[in-house]
């Protein structure tokens, strides 16, 4: 039986717990970067086929600006922070105070990737070290790359190991959003996706066996 | 009156077949490989979402044939044999395998878009299916539709517009 049947309840609450605690410091990070208000939703932990998932960061075809890293360390896997490029345009102008830069048509400005970049590294380092710290395992960032295209050509990226062993993926999403804005809402999402092996490990370090 | 065409939706790790006038479609091929396989006088065509090269690296218990590029193929073919297509007849086209990230380490992982197109074009040789157009690698998305009738591959990406091949 693979690793995603045997999840439970408590397995789920840990995962959504781990989304918590990540996502939360990289909220701080990401509020003080921007020195703006920023709220953190319930994270969601959900079982999902390829289709769902891309489904959540809004279908296949949809634009987005991502952000990608691979973890290495202890327990290896990818994470994306998504947003769609309109709300990266924002961001980016508050980060350099250029209100030139747009991501909505490229050429995109080698500045404004730049920044978008070390946006990803910071709030991806953030939410790495507050798992790390957590779990006593060790995890790191990769070096960041980003990329803004259709959204199921992003995700599948980081699909390949796990899709070696599962047809299904357990996606820890959780969604940052700026308070009071005068823009609508600004959202970004975390979605972490461990590498099979991984879920084990992590369970492991917290006291929980994936057989239980 | 107009006719709604109807538009089959092929999803990740995922194949099927349609007949003209329908098209089929796939959305967000990244380092994923669309290949079409058709039979024009019948006017058949299938598309297989390809997300890796070869079915050996399956670890799960269940075997997901449209995942891999060897057994897509296989059973595309099996599929469009069933509904009529004539093995002499079939055409090949395809679109895919980009690499969407630029890595200095990740090594075999990196380069799954341009395993996935090595696999694709193997398993197309290896069923003597003639390859008459492709758009591969680079470091876009695509969206691909297939029209059975005319026998073009329309393929849209987000920064480097649209085109039939």
Same mark, same amino acid.
């Given at each position: 039986m693979s690793f995603v049947e045997k999840l439970n309840q408590v397995h789920l609450d840990i995962l959504k717990e781990i989304g918590n605690i990540g996502a939360g410091?990289?909220?701080?990070?990401?509020?003080?970067?921007?020195?703006?208000?920023?709220?953190?939703?319930?994270?969601?932990?959900?079982?999902a086929t390829y289709d769902e998932m891309v489904e959540l960061a809004g279908g296949s075809d949809q634009v987005v600006?991502?952000?990608?890293?691979?973890?290495?360390?202890?327990?290896?896997?990818?994470?994306?922070?998504?947003?769609?490029?309109?709300?990266?345009?924002?961001?980016?102008? $508050?980060?350099?105070? /250029?209100?030139?830069?747009?991501? %909505?048509?490229?050429?995109?400005? *080698?500045?404004?990737?730049?920044? +978008? !970049?070390?946006?990803?590294?910071?709030?991806?380092?953030?939410?790495?070290?507050?798992?790390?710290d957590f779990t006593s395992l060790n995890m790191q960032p990769s070096v960041p790359s980003a990329s803004i295209d259709m959204a199921g050509a992003i995700l599948t990226m980081g699909l390949?190991?796990?899709?070696?062993?599962?047809?299904? $993926?357990?996606?820890? /999403?959780?969604?940052?959003?700026? %308070?009071?804005?005068?823009?609508? *809402?600004?959202?970004?999402?975390? +979605? !972490?996706?461990?590498?099979p092996d991984s879920f084990e490990k992590i369970f492991k370090a917290l006291g929980v066996n994936i057989d239980e | 009156m107009n006719k709604l065409k109807e538009v089959v939706k092929v999803g990740i790790a995922d194949l099927n077949v349609v007949r003209a006038p329908?098209?089929?479609?796939?959305?967000?091929?990244?380092?994923?490989?669309?290949?079409?396989?058709?039979?024009?006088?019948?006017?058949?065509?299938?598309?297989?979402?390809?997300?890796?090269?070869?079915?050996?690296?399956?670890?799960?218990?269940?075997?997901n044939k449209a995942k891999y590029a060897d057994t897509a193929i296989k059973e595309l073919l099996d599929l469009l044999m069933k509904e009529g297509?004539?093995?002499?007849?079939?055409?090949?086209?395809?679109?895919?395998?980009?690499?969407?990230f630029q890595f200095s380490t990740g090594g075999d992982m990196m380069r799954i878009g341009p395993r996935n197109v090595e696999a694709v074009k193997k398993?197309?040789?290896?069923?003597?299916?003639?390859?008459?157009?492709?758009?591969?690698?680079?470091?876009?998305?695509?969206?691909?539709?297939?029209n059975p009738e005319t026998g073009m591959l329309n393929i849209r990406t987000v920064n480097k517009g649209v085109k039939d091949i």
């Amino acid at each position: 039986m693979s690793f995603v049947e045997k999840l439970n309840q408590v397995h789920l609450d840990i995962l959504k717990e781990i989304g918590n605690i990540g996502a939360g410091n990289a909220a701080t990070s990401l509020s003080r970067l921007l020195n703006r208000k920023i709220n953190l939703k319930i994270p969601t932990v959900q079982v999902a086929t390829y289709d769902e998932m891309v489904e959540l960061a809004g279908g296949s075809d949809q634009v987005v600006a991502a952000v990608f890293v691979r973890i290495e360390g202890d327990t290896p896997g990818n994470m994306f922070f998504v947003l769609p490029p309109e709300h990266v345009s924002y961001f980016v102008q $508050v980060m350099t105070g /250029d209100s030139s830069i747009t991501f %909505e048509e490229p050429p995109y400005s *080698e500045m404004g990737i730049s920044a +978008f !970049l070390e946006m990803g590294n910071i709030l991806s380092g953030s939410y790495l070290s507050a798992l790390s710290d957590f779990t006593s395992l060790n995890m790191q960032p990769s070096v960041p790359s980003a990329s803004i295209d259709m959204a199921g050509a992003i995700l599948t990226m980081g699909l390949i190991e796990l899709s070696q062993v599962s047809d299904y $993926v357990i996606v820890i /999403d959780t969604i940052l959003e700026e %308070e009071n804005s005068d823009r609508g *809402e600004i959202k970004g999402h975390f +979605f !972490l996706l461990p590498d099979p092996d991984s879920f084990e490990k992590i369970f492991k370090a917290l006291g929980v066996n994936i057989d239980e | 009156m107009n006719k709604l065409k109807e538009v089959v939706k092929v999803g990740i790790a995922d194949l099927n077949v349609v007949r003209a006038p329908g098209v089929i479609r796939t959305s967000g091929l990244g380092s994923c490989v669309g290949v079409v396989i058709y039979d024009q006088a019948k006017q058949i065509a299938g598309l297989a979402h390809v997300m890796l090269p070869d079915s050996s690296l399956s670890k799960g218990k269940t075997l997901n044939k449209a995942k891999y590029a060897d057994t897509a193929i296989k059973e595309l073919l099996d599929l469009l044999m069933k509904e009529g297509a004539k093995k002499y007849a079939l055409r090949a086209k395809m679109a895919g395998g980009a690499q969407m990230f630029q890595f200095s380490t990740g090594g075999d992982m990196m380069r799954i878009g341009p395993r996935n197109v090595e696999a694709v074009k193997k398993q197309l040789d290896i069923f003597r299916i003639p390859i008459v157009a492709e758009d591969v690698g680079g470091k876009n998305g695509r969206t691909i539709e297939f029209n059975p009738e005319t026998g073009m591959l329309n393929i849209r990406t987000v920064n480097k517009g649209v085109k039939d091949i």
